[in-house]
């Protein structure tokens, strides 16, 4: 079984409902001051990690901005949230190729190998995503579940 693959789809999958939850996020919910953690910060934090770890090793990684978690009246943008998560979308068809699997995490305090961290990495992107859906429900935003399985050489692209 080739697994390279299935990784990538369900990572792509699981960004796919990211983006839905972002985009059909009401102005209201996004920078609701009643949330502990802000819509858009949740959607930058499960990205942020994605991104990272995703990556082969932790060296060479460009750390994203850690700004506006703590400062009202900054938050990040939708539009700024989609464009790290085409980033994050680009990594998942560039890096799990490259990735060797069995070797170690390519982190100092991630005690794991590589797969064991792309587990991870996936359920903490659909933890964020759940809760994601869970704050839309309040507002009656209706979202999908994304099950069809996605091309990897084209993450806009589904597979028939």
């Known amino acids: 079984m080739k697994i390279?693959?299935?990784?990538?789809?369900?990572?792509?999958?699981?960004?796919?409902?990211?983006?839905?939850?972002?985009?059909?996020?009401?102005?209201?919910?996004?920078?609701?001051?009643?949330?502990?953690?802000?819509?858009?910060?949740?959607?930058?934090?499960?990205?942020?990690?994605?991104?990272l770890y995703l990556k082969a090793q932790?060296?060479?990684?460009?750390r994203w901005e850690a700004r506006r978690h703590n400062q009202p009246g900054l938050p990040f943008t939708k539009e700024e949230i989609l464009e790290r998560l085409?980033?994050?979308?680009?990594?998942?068809?560039?890096?799990?190729?490259?990735?060797?699997?069995?070797g170690k995490s390519g982190y100092a305090w991630i005690p794991t190998n590589k797969l064991e961290l792309q587990l991870d990495n996936l359920?903490?992107?659909?933890?964020?995503?759940?809760?994601?859906?869970?704050r839309l429900g309040a507002y009656n935003v209706k979202l999908n579940w994304v099950s069809e399985r996605y091309n990897a050489a084209s993450p806009k692209e589904k597979k028939k």
């Open 58 to 62: 932790d060296k060479g990684y460009v």
């Open 4 to 51: 390279k693959p299935i990784l990538q789809s369900q990572y792509l999958a699981s960004l796919a409902m990211l983006k839905q939850a972002v985009v059909k996020c009401p102005p209201e919910a996004w920078d609701d001051s009643r949330d502990k953690d802000r819509f858009w910060f949740v959607a930058y934090h499960t990205l942020r990690y994605a991104h």
């Open 123 to 134: 359920r903490h992107i659909q933890q964020h995503t759940g809760e994601l859906y869970e």
């Open 86 to 102: 085409a980033l994050v979308e680009r990594d998942v068809v560039e890096q799990i190729p490259m990735m060797n699997l069995d």
